[in-house]
């Protein structure tokens, strides 16, 4: 009877035993369940992470294809430029992407065009003192601009090419004492540097003397200059993201990207456009009148330095 009592004991032990093995696998199993659970809720707030560019607009003013009520295109100053991201006249224009950390520079063929083009844009201006385009810089003080950019979409022609976008741009300015001397109407001058993207490539046109024996005051108009026969990167950014820098100093202009590749411009003719003043812009000057036609452009980075 002892040894029954013993047997049962045993196999009561054993039973509890087994079923207590078995709690404790289904408590690990559902413990390491809920980590990988959490784990899992953790990555997608990590992926719902709002990211923002890293862009200082209180230099900057803005062209879009909107008309304004005077019928001109739409122009925004700082400080309303900072209020951007809410202003119901920008949104459709430049805005941001969170998901890519990106402002994004949208524009389209439209009636908003500017003097001297037939072409829209949702492009920044610098203004060296905010709200103010007087001030500006020669290649004698030296500019730098660096962009950290990327081809958002961009439509294309029936030839199947994409659409050419203007990304960056150094352009030229009378001061009012060289407008009133050539009795121009207003301060535009040429643009000394034009920066495209075309065909997933990134293509350099600046400008030209016809007549290098001209005067000082013969080369202020716009006549005197020409384009170049510009100039491609070899490496294709097609639509990722990359790297611009614009370096400029007396005589002297380079334009880098990606920190491999250089285009440098020191003839005669950079050192005869010292007579000029000039500003930077950036952003989108869409190079397509073709209907349905459209580009965004996105700005992650964005900064200049004098």
Not at 30 to 56: H, Q, W
Not at 133 to 160: C, E, H, I, P, R
Not at 208 to 217: G, I, T
Request: proline content about 3%; glycine content about 6%.
């Amino acid at each position: 009877m002892k040894n029954f009592r013993k047997e049962i004991l045993g196999l009561i032990v054993i039973v509890f035993l087994s079923v207590s093995a078995t709690c404790q696998e289904k408590t690990s199993s559902s413990a390491d369940s809920n980590s990988k659970v959490e784990k899992k809720d953790k990555k997608r707030k990590k992926k719902k992470k709002y990211k923002l560019p890293e862009i200082d607009l209180s230099h900057w003013s803005v062209t879009t294809p909107e008309l304004n009520h005077k019928g001109s295109a739409m122009n925004i100053e700082p400080p309303e430029i900072l209020d951007y991201a809410t202003d119901e006249r920008l949104l459709p224009y430049m805005y941001n992407d969170s998901t890519l950390g990106a402002l994004v520079f949208y524009s389209f063929p439209s009636d908003a065009t500017t003097a001297n083009t037939k072409y829209t844009r949702s492009e920044l201006r610098e203004q060296m003192v905010p709200g103010d385009n007087n001030t500006n810089w020669t290649f004698a003080d030296g500019a730098y601009m660096k962009g950290k950019l990327q081809m958002g979409d961009v439509s294309k022609s029936s030839d199947g090419k994409y659409h050419k976008v203007i990304i960056m741009q150094i352009h030229g300015r009378l001061t009012n004492e060289q407008r009133d001397l050539i009795g121009q109407k207003d301060n535009n001058a040429p643009p000394i540097l034009k920066i495209y993207w075309q065909d997933g490539k990134i293509r350099v046109k600046t400008k030209e003397l016809k007549n290098l024996s001209a005067s000082d005051n013969e080369i202020l108009g716009k006549d005197a200059w020409d384009d170049d026969k510009g100039f491609t990167f070899e490496q294709e950014v097609g639509f990722s993201k990359f790297t611009l820098e614009v370096e400029v100093s007396d005589g002297k202009m380079v334009v880098i990207l990606n920190k491999n590749e250089y285009a440098v411009y020191d003839s005669i003719h950079m050192k005869r456009w010292g007579v000029f003043e000039n500003y930077f812009k950036a952003g989108n000057y869409f190079q397509s009148r073709d209907e349905g036609a459209f580009a965004k452009v996105n700005y992650y980075e964005l900064e200049v330095k004098h």
